[in-house]
């Protein structure tokens, strides 16, 4: 697995991804208590600066990142569908989860995401 390529970002951003670490909503709280400390065998970052955007998972090692679309989202459609087709063509894979699946579903939502690490792991 030849991955792990670090993907520079503007600088400006730095301090808007520490500030948004620090407002977490209730969704990306729970979930990073989930997966935190390599909790499902791999390390993921929270708020992670790539490019021109910000991305609220990230996994290095699997060029994996995860997006949680809650309320913020609804009317960003165009905005979250750019920033994904820009992040791919650095080889990044997205899972993305509802803000709802993630409080009221958690067990589905994390076997989806030990599905897709699986099928990372293995291509």
Not at 48 to 65: G, K, R, S, T
Not at 73 to 95: C, M, P
Request: with cysteine; glycine share 4%.
């Amino acid at each position: 697995m030849a991955r792990n390529k670090l993907i520079s970002y503007n600088p400006k951003l730095k301090g808007f991804a520490k500030k948004l670490r620090k407002n977490s909503t209730l969704s990306e709280i729970l979930l990073w208590k989930q997966i935190k400390g390599k909790a499902l065998g791999f390390e993921f970052h929270c708020q992670v600066p790539m490019d021109e955007f910000i991305v609220d998972f990230y996994c290095h090692e699997l060029m994996l990142a995860i997006q949680i679309d809650g309320e913020s989202h609804e009317y960003k459609y165009d905005y979250d569908s750019q920033r994904q087709a820009e992040l791919q063509k650095f080889g990044i894979t997205f899972i993305r989860f509802s803000d709802l699946d993630v409080k009221k579903n958690m067990r589905s939502v994390l076997l989806a995401l030990e599905q897709k690490i699986r099928l990372l792991e293995s291509s």
